[in-house]
């Protein structure tokens, strides 16, 4: 039972557009989310985080928005540039447990 | 670099055979977890160490074990390998054991021939 989910194996977008990453989840307990970003042959970093307090989270070019109702966070890349090109996770966790739940990812390119 | 580190880089063994995958969490943090990421997969969560005790267990087969020691470094034992145990196993850190964010190692890929 996939509880996180990222329907778009892959995007592909210009150098300067925004990049659109979404992530669906299933269990309404989830309650903090974030996104990690992974290049190849490197462990997964973090990028940015929401509590499901806020429905919105910036920093810098990246921005969380949750959509609580439909269980749905996506995160925008703006302006996209080509070292943004990795695979992006989301991932979620709810209070009291102890692990993250994470999606299997979006492979971004962004074209130069 | 995360400040997580994880030895080997990678592992290549036959079936049947038993390796151990080490790691070392960041200064300060107490909590280490193990995931794995098989092809194309996401990262499944394994087992959560905090301060040398189990604390959480996720899709953790029985052939597998953990362990976090004294000095908060910790191992993930794998045995009675098989093919389908290939994977890239990663470790991360994090200070407490809440919804700290988890800083990850370079990870450990296996490969079972």
């Known amino acids: 039972d996939q509880q996180v989910k990222q329907n778009s194996p892959s995007l592909s977008v210009q150098e300067g557009r925004i990049s659109i990453l979404n992530c669906d989840y299933t269990?309404?307990?989830?309650?903090?989310f974030l996104w990690y970003k992974k290049y190849p042959a490197e462990g997964p970093t973090f990028l940015i985080s929401?509590?499901?307090?806020?429905d919105k989270n910036e920093d810098g070019r990246f921005t969380v928005f949750l959509n609580k109702s439909a269980k749905h966070l996506s995160l925008h890349i703006v302006p996209s540039q080509p070292g943004d090109s990795a695979v992006y996770f989301c991932?979620?966790?709810?209070?009291?447990?102890?692990?993250?739940?994470f999606g299997t990812g979006t492979r971004l390119k962004v074209l130069a | 670099d995360s400040g997580v580190t994880q030895t080997p880089k990678h592992l290549i063994t036959a079936t049947g055979q038993r390796v151990t995958l080490r790691c070392s969490p960041r200064s300060g943090d107490l909590s280490v977890y193990w995931y794995q990421q098989s092809l194309d997969q996401g990262l499944q969560f394994l087992i959560q160490y905090y301060n040398g005790e189990e604390r959480a267990k996720g899709n953790i087969l029985e052939r597998f074990s953990a362990q976090q020691f004294p000095d908060l470094h910790s191992e993930l034992n794998l045995s009675s390998l098989e093919l389908g145990d290939s994977a890239l196993y990663f470790c991360?850190?994090?200070?407490?054991?809440?919804?700290?964010?988890?800083?990850f190692g370079p990870g450990t890929r296996l490969t079972v021939l």
């Open positions: 269990n309404s307990m989830f309650d903090y």
């Open positions: 991932a979620a966790s709810y209070s009291g447990t102890y692990k993250y739940i």
């Open positions: 991360a850190s994090s200070v407490t054991r809440g919804t700290d964010t988890q800083y």
């Open positions: 929401i509590s499901s307090i806020k």
